[in-house]
Nanobody, 119 residues
Framework: QVQLVESGGGWVQPGESLKLSCSISGNRGRDTASAWYRQAPGKERDLVAAITGLGATRHEPAVKGRFTISKDDGGDTVFLWMNDLKPEGKTMYYC?????????????WGRGVQVTVSS
């Protein structure tokens, strides 16, 4: 069974930085890609960034240039480096594991970690 555990959330002020980590365990089979999503209260869960098993990345336009997704050599830990955070209140960030061919498709979800950006 694949398990994903996020960490690194917290409260920061606008303009500050935060790094999220996702520890992945279990046999992932073909689901070697990973991604970060975020979800604000009352809104849909949106893709933030994705990374393939080989390290190719994609960042959504809203975060491009400010956020960076990366992973360790073994692919067991995925990171989301977030710079110049914008005010967004309390937002849940979720790590996922899946496949990335033309688009990213999630197979596994973590429980999420809360990030609050406010003055």
């Amino acid at each position: 069974q694949v398990q994903l555990v996020e960490s690194g959330g917290g409260w920061v002020q606008p303009g500050e930085s935060l790094k999220l980590s996702c520890s992945i365990s279990g046999n992932r089979g073909r689901d070697t890609a990973s991604a970060w999503y975020r979800q604000a209260p009352g809104k849909e869960r949106d893709l933030v960034a994705a990374i393939t098993g080989l390290g190719a990345t994609r960042h959504e336009p809203a975060v491009k240039g400010r956020f960076t997704i990366s992973k360790d050599d073994g692919g067991d830990t995925v990171f989301l480096w977030m710079n110049d955070l914008k005010p967004e209140g309390k937002t849940m960030y979720y790590c996922s594991g899946g496949q990335y061919k033309v688009i990213y498709v999630t197979t596994y979800w973590g429980r999420g970690v809360q990030v609050t950006v406010s003055s």
